[in-house]
């Protein structure tokens, strides 16, 4: 069974290692390789003090965490971002994206009329699943072509 929680300082480590298998199987060679180090592990703690972020755990393991905020690209304190949305390798195709999904858009759709996110334009797993839990591709793009935008509207 899924349970979603809020993050705290203390999940830094697990959300890393996530974050590192997720970013270098997900996006293979599309990307350059992320390093599980102490570095990223403090940074992830950091990040996770600061709220918005929630874990995904299936049988009290972390198997995914999603965070949320203002929009960074365009900077814009009215319209929300979905920040980061991560599963581990051994839950995915479980549902554990798409709860994590109901929680960030129930808060993105609290505080914003409207959010954004980004993702990897030659990544159809990716927006498959952007697609499949109610984003739109929004046709504006960054990073010459490489990232595309998807948005939803709350009200
Ligand atoms: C994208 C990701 C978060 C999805 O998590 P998940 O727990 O597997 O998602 P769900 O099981 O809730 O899937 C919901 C729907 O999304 C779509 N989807 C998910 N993974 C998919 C894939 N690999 N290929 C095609 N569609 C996919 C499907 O429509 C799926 O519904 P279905 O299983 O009934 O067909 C996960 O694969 C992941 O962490 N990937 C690496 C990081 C990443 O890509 N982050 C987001 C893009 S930047």
Same mark, same amino acid.
């Given at each position: *069974?899924v349970?979603?929680?809020?993050?705290v300082?203390?999940?830094?480590?697990?959300v %890393?290692?996530?974050?590192?298998?997720?970013? =270098?199987?997900? !996006?293979?060679?599309? *990307?350059?390789a992320?390093v599980?180090d102490?570095?990223?592990i #403090?940074?992830?703690?950091?990040?996770?003090a600061?709220?918005n972020w929630?874990? %995904?755990? +299936?049988?009290g393991? +972390?198997?995914? !965490?999603?965070?949320i /905020?203002?929009?960074r690209?365009?900077?814009?304190?009215?319209?929300?971002?979905?920040d980061?949305?991560a599963v581990?390798?051994?839950?995915r195709r479980?549902?554990?994206?798409?709860?994590l999904m109901?929680e960030? +858009?129930?808060?993105? #759709?609290?505080?914003?009329?409207e #959010?954004? +996110?980004?993702?990897?334009? =030659?990544?159809?797993?990716?927006?498959? !699943?952007?697609?499949?839990? /109610?984003?739109?591709?929004?046709g504006?793009t960054?990073d010459?072509?490489r990232?595309?935008?998807?948005?939803?509207r !709350?009200r």
């Open positions: *069974m349970r979603i929680r809020s993050a300082s203390a999940d830094g480590s697990d %890393a290692r996530v974050y590192v298998d997720s970013w =270098n199987d997900g !996006f293979g060679e599309l *990307m350059p992320a599980l102490d570095g990223r #403090a940074r992830w703690s950091e990040t996770l600061g709220g929630w874990v %995904a755990e +299936v049988d393991t +972390v198997a995914g !965490f999603v965070g /905020g203002a929009s690209d365009p900077i814009d304190p009215e319209l929300g971002e979905l980061t949305i581990d390798s051994p839950y479980q549902g554990v994206g798409t709860a109901h960030a +858009v129930e808060h993105l #759709a609290a505080h914003y009329d #959010a954004i +996110v980004w993702t990897l334009a =030659n990544y159809p797993q990716g927006q498959e !699943f952007y697609a499949k839990t /109610g984003w739109t591709l929004s504006s960054r010459d072509g990232q595309v935008s998807y948005r939803r !709350f």
